[in-house]
């Protein structure tokens, strides 16, 4: 059964705010929440991850304030983002969770677990970079380099590279994409876009304000060999400033490693959420 597919979005409402969310997977235990990349919304989780990760936990994915089919404004920092989401978890009751965060998600993991560090177990952050990595400094212009070509295209250029074989992967990962047919997510918004494109852009040209060096939880650092979006090299970085990490690094691939190996991503994440 697909449990990603069919799970059904739910709204709560959060100091009048409607949040959008999907809850499925195994119950009992500390569910996995995930925290989604630049534009991405409830739809842009890849199935066999969301499916393979349910199959032993209960997971959560949700659009944050702005994004999606949540209401309100999408805020322009990673900071105010962070603390949309913790209000989020709050409201559900979860007093303990394990994170997934890709990419814009990974920035929010490293600040949730210096806001709220005992709210978290453990943390999987994918294609992400510590605060003032010098490669977001180009980030609105490879973006608007994307935006010139055709969604399939776009698509592709931001999540993997130009080999045939990684872009073969890419296309297989933008189908499974299409899988859910009803219920689907509004697209993001044009206001959301400029505005989590100013949080991005901030994260790595602001003076640092979080030290990751005091996030003592088990994180594993995913990332592809190639990530024009992020530099692959920040990655490494984040994981020598992490005292408690896991670094795996994916061949061929870019900024959506995952997306190119889901299988992997999901043998390493259930192995590291159970046994790490």
Request: aromatic fraction near 10%; glycine fraction near 8%; proline fraction near 5%.
């Amino acid at each position: 059964m697909d449990l990603f597919v069919s799970a059904p979005t739910q709204y709560i409402e959060v100091d009048g705010v409607s949040f959008a969310y999907r809850r499925f997977g195994k119950l009992g235990g500390v569910p996995v929440v995930g925290f989604q990349h630049f534009t991405g919304t409830l739809d842009n989780w890849d199935p066999i991850i969301m499916n393979g990760l349910a199959k032993q936990r209960e997971v959560i994915v949700f659009d944050n304030k702005g994004v999606g089919n949540s209401g309100g404004v999408t805020p322009d920092s990673v900071y105010a983002m962070t603390q949309d989401a913790i209000r989020f978890i709050e409201q559900l009751g979860i007093t303990q969770m394990d994170v997934l965060g890709f990419s814009l998600g990974g920035f929010i993991a490293q600040q949730l677990a210096v806001l709220r560090p005992a709210l978290i177990r453990k943390i999987m952050i994918v294609g992400a970079a510590p605060q003032g990595a010098k490669a977001l400094h180009s980030f609105p212009d490879l973006i608007q380099r994307a935006m010139q070509l055709a969604p399939a295209e776009r698509f592709l250029f931001i999540f993997f590279t130009p080999t045939e074989a990684s872009r073969e992967k890419g296309r297989a990962a933008l189908a499974r994409l299409q899988w859910r047919v009803e219920d689907r997510d509004k697209a993001t918004s044009d206001a959301a876009v400029m505005a989590q494109l100013k949080a991005i852009t901030a994260w790595g040209t602001d003076a640092v304000s979080i030290d990751v060096t005091r996030i003592k939880h088990p994180v594993l650092v995913v990332q592809g060999s190639n990530d024009d979006m992020m530099d692959s090299s920040s990655s490494y970085t984040l994981f020598q400033q992490l005292p408690n990490a896991l670094l795996s690094c994916y061949p061929d691939a870019a900024h959506g490693s995952f997306f190119q190996y889901p299988h992997l991503f999901v043998h390493e994440a259930l192995y590291f959420l159970d046994h790490y």
